[in-house]
């Protein structure tokens, strides 16, 4: 597998902090190497087909979708990026 970077995603990156930014460096390495590991809670999101979540802190998400063999980032933020994936 190997991520696309959508241009909200992007968007989304730059406006962190760079610690937080660190985090979801580390989260995403993780996420190609095992998309199963309990700490990213990886789960399919209510309401939005074909739209997954993953954890980068506790305050802190991730949007994907696969297509493929591609994950595609969507969004990364706070907890309300969940509102509009």
């Not at 610690?19 to 390495?29: G, M």
Request: glycine content about 4%.
């Amino acid at each position: 597998m190997k991520f696309f970077y959508s241009n909200d995603f992007l968007k989304c990156y730059n406006l962190l902090p760079e610690n937080i930014q660190d985090k979801v460096n580390k989260k995403l390495a993780l996420f190609l190497t095992n998309s199963r590991l309990p700490s990213l809670r990886i789960k399919k999101m209510k309401g939005f087909e074909d739209i997954w979540e993953g954890r980068i802190t506790k305050n802190y998400r991730f949007t994907f979708q696969i297509k493929g063999e591609v994950y595609i980032l969507r969004k990364v933020g706070a907890h309300d990026v969940l509102k509009n994936p």
